[in-house]
Each structure stands twice: as C-alpha cells, then as structure tokens.
C-alpha cells in the first residue's frame, strides 16, 4: 500500500523535453569521402515535482569512422527551489558578476563540430558539482563548486580531460536605494596552476533615466597589490552607462582586459561588439583577446513617429600583444515603412581589424520584406563587402550575398542563399568561389518541426549571444528534426 501511494504521488509530477535529430550526407568540400553519412542526437528531459526538478541530457553521434561516434549522458541536474533558496547538483550554468571571471553557457539548439575532431555535439560550457543560493529583499549570496567544461573538447575524450578545471567561488552582495554592490572570491585550480581572483561588482540607477554597471577584477597573490595595473598583474574592469528617454536611447562601455584568460578559458567578459544579425558582419565579428585589449563601444538609437528606427554604432579596441593592434568599426542601420505591406531595412558598416592584416572593410546591405494578404510574406536580402587586406603585398577581395525566402505563417519558410567570394585564401587560383544552398523549415505539428538543407554552406565564425565559435563549410544535405514533448 505505501509503495502504491509513493508511485502515485510521484505520477503527480510533470515530465517534459525535446529531441534535436540531426542526419548529414556529405562533407567538407574537397575532403574524402564526399558521401560521408553520419547522424547526432540530443535527447532533454525535465520531471518537475513541486519545488524539485530533475533533468537530464543523453547525445549519440555515429560515424562512418567509428572512433568518432558515441553515445554518452552528458548532463544530469537535480534542482531544489523554494522561495529565495535554490540548490543544484549535478550539471549547472552559472555566471560571476559580469562573466570576467566565470560565465557558463548554453547555445540552445546549436551544434558544434571541430575541423580537427569531425565529431559533432551540443554547443554548451557547464560546470559539474554543486551550487547554492539565496535571495532576500536586501541582498543575495551564491556558492558554487565544480568541474568546468572545456567545449572544444568532444565526448569521445574522457570527462576528466573535458574539465581539466575545477572552479571554487563565493558571491554575494547588498541591495541599498536602488542600487547593488557585491564581491566575488574565486579559485580555479588545474594540473598546472592554482589562481585566486577577487572582484568588485557595483551597478544600479543614477535615476529614472540612466543607469550603470561596473566590475574590477583581480588576481590574488600573496605580497602583491590587490589594485595593481602592472604588466604582472591579472585583471579586468568593465564599465557600461545606458540612458534612455521617450524613443532615444544611448549606451556606453569600456573594457580593459590583461591576462584574463583562466584555465582552459573559464572567463568569458563582455566583448563590447555588436552581434551582427547579417551574415558578411557577423562572420567579421571581432573577437576579443583577453591577454591584452582595452576597448570602447558606444551605440545610440532613435525611434520616429512613423515607425522607422535609426540606429548608430561605434565600437574600438586595442590590443598589445607583440606590437599594438587596434580594431574599429562603423555602423549604420535605418529600418522604414513603404506601404502597409513592405518594410526596407538598409545598412553600411566600415571597419579595420589589423590583427587579421584587414586594414579596410566597407560593407553595406539592404533588406526587403513584403507581406502578402493572409499568412504570406517575402524576403530580399542583399550584402556586399570590399576588404583590402595587406600581408606581404595588397590584396582587395570582395565577398557577395543574396538570399531569397518565402514564409508562410505560422510554419513554413523556404529560402536560397547564395555567397561569392574572390578571397584568395578560398578561391584556390580562381577568380572566385561560389556557395548556393537552399533552406526548407515546415512545422509538421505543435510539437515537430523538419528543416532541410541542400547544397553548399560557407563556413567561418559565427556569434551568438557573446559567444563566438567556428562553423565548418559543408556540401551535401542537411536535415534536421526538432521535437518538443
């Protein structure tokens, strides 16, 4: 009888997840074989009861080369949360102050493949252990302990080599007129050093209007000075001012980074660069070097009363490795009405990033949407971009994209992009390099959605949410089915 009330009162709870399949026929361009055939699969559950909760994730991945498939539970979480307590074990995300010193995060939906692995996964950077906190009117205090993920690393590795890290931290902090003030003390140990940091943390309004937010980061090491800006010194400070008013807007940041790369690459501060949504800018995002890079990003925007939306943005860094690098870019975007049924987005972007020997790119576009009676709606997009790039001699490239979509609400979208390039790193002698790709998405229910890829897809980086990571090209055919449940 007591078994039978306990099986019961657990029926009471509430499972739920999602499945992500994902089928591949082919390969990288040029590589062999090109009829290379493999599929991955991440399974996520979820059971709810009450102030519990359980969660686990299972990833397969098979091969025609069989020492990269796997099959593997990857995370496993339990959750406690009751009023301003919440306590995990297991699998967990968590963030310290800004990320200067920890962020862990998940790209929901997004899988990562490595050109010198070939295994694909889940796009996530989680801790394994045990956090705790707690958050009352005046204040809130965190505990955390755990294993870090280093995510370039694939599951066919043990999960000691995955999470060389093990990462200690204690944060907590005050809430006094509207504005919060907070410490954070942390550990990261690995085979090869054992490092102490602190930070400071202070954010909150100056008014109705503007608010603010600051950290400063340091290393902690015995007879050294806990303020230091010396080149032995590890820090990181990070400001940002944001005011807005009525349909005006304006936001302000600096960054100042040294030596801030922990461990296997646990920190992971604000990048102060725009995310581009377009593809030729969001591939020339600039990612940040955290040995050395001081930077600002400054952004404003202004909303008309007929809809239409101004939007600028600045944003420059510096970075003093072997010799001094500087960043900068130039953005302008403006989105307007035409009619009731079309929208024009146009945009124009100057940049140089001498890192990558880029001393000038020019980049502009322009978007065009156009909704049809009933569920019905087009899209035009069109990108191009000149680069000069200087290493031993001149170079000037261009790179070219057009994409063309219909949708038809609420769940079914079709669209053909095609990228040109005369980029010498890509064309192998040619003038230039082509990639024409077709994309289908149909909801086939509530709860399943099947995409179709075929043709082509230019690689590169890509950023999503601060995080940046490397696509690899592929030929061949893509279908993925995403599931809910």
């Given amino acids: 009888m007591c078994g039978t009330l306990l099986i019961a009162s657990a029926l009471q709870g509430q499972l739920t997840g999602n499945n992500l399949f994902e089928f591949q026929f082919?390969?990288?361009?040029?590589?062999?074989?090109?009829?290379?055939?493999?599929?991955y699969d991440q399974l996520n559950l979820r059971y709810r009861y009450k102030s519990l909760q359980?969660?686990?994730?299972?990833?397969h991945f098979y091969s025609q080369d069989a020492s990269r498939s796997y099959n593997r539970l990857t995370q496993y979480n339990i959750k406690y949360r009751n009023s301003g307590l919440e306590i995990e074990a297991g699998?967990?995300?968590?963030?310290?102050g800004n990320g200067l010193l920890l962020r862990a995060y998940e790209i929901p939906a997004s899988v990562f493949e490595d050109q010198g692995y070939r295994v694909r996964y889940g796009f996530y950077r989680d801790l394994r252990g045990f956090s705790a906190k707690y958050n009352w009117n005046w204040g809130y205090m965190k505990a955390l302990r755990g294993a870090t993920l280093a995510n370039t690393l694939p599951p066919t590795l043990e999960e000691q080599e995955r999470r060389p890290d093990i990462t200690e931290a204690l944060e907590t902090g005050v809430n006094f007129y509207g504005q919060s003030a907070g410490i954070v003390l942390m550990r990261n140990t690995n085979d090869q050093s054992k490092d102490s940091f602190y930070a400071l943390l202070?954010?909150?309004?100056?008014?109705?209007?503007?608010?603010?937010?600051l950290e400063f980061a340091h290393n902690i090491v015995p007879g050294n000075s806990l303020f230091g800006l010396d080149d032995d010194a590890r820090y990181g400070i990070y400001g940002s001012l944001n005011y807005s008013y009525n349909s005006f807007g304006l936001s302000a940041e600096y960054k100042n980074y040294h030596d801030l790369l922990i461990g296997a690459g646990i920190s992971d501060p604000p990048t102060l660069v725009k995310e581009h949504k377009y593809r030729l800018l969001n591939r020339n995002i600039h990612v940040p070097q955290y040995l050395n890079e001081r930077g600002t990003q400054l952004e404003a925007y202004y909303s008309f009363r007929n809809g239409s939306r101004l939007l600028l943005n600045f944003a420059r860094a510096v970075n003093e490795l072997n010799r001094t690098f500087v960043f900068s870019e130039y953005f302008a975007e403006y989105f307007f009405y035409a009619g009731s049924k079309s929208t024009f987005t146009i945009f124009a972007d100057y940049s140089q990033e001498q890192i990558k020997f880029e001393d000038h790119?020019?980049?502009?576009?322009?978007?065009?949407?156009?909704?049809?009676?009933?569920?019905?709606?087009t899209l035009f997009e069109i990108e191009y971009q000149t680069v000069e790039r200087n290493i031993t001699e001149p170079e000037i490239f261009g790179n070219f994209v057009l994409i063309a979509g219909y949708a038809r609400s609420p769940g079914t979208s079709v669209s053909f992009t095609l990228e040109i390039s005369s980029d010498s790193y890509l064309t192998s002698g040619a003038d230039y390099r082509s990639w024409l790709?077709?994309?289908?998405?149909?909801?086939?229910t509530s709860s399943n959605t099947l995409s179709l890829f075929a043709g082509q897809r230019r690689g590169g980086p890509a950023c999503t949410s601060g995080i940046c990571y490397e696509v690899l090209d592929f030929q061949g055919v893509e279908?993925?089915?995403?599931?809910k449940f």
């Fill in 91 to 96: 699998n967990f995300n968590e963030i310290l």
């Fill in 437 to 444: 790709g077709m994309n289908i998405s149909h909801q086939l």
């Fill in 202 to 213: 202070l954010k909150g309004n100056i008014s109705a209007l503007l608010s603010y937010n």
């Fill in 54 to 59: 359980a969660n686990l994730r299972y990833e």
């Fill in 361 to 377: 790119r020019y980049t502009g576009g322009l978007t065009w949407e156009y909704a049809f009676k009933g569920r019905n709606s």
């Fill in 26 to 39: 082919g390969n990288i361009p040029d590589e062999i074989p090109a009829d290379l055939s493999t599929h």
């Fill in 479 to 483: 279908i993925r089915l995403k599931t």
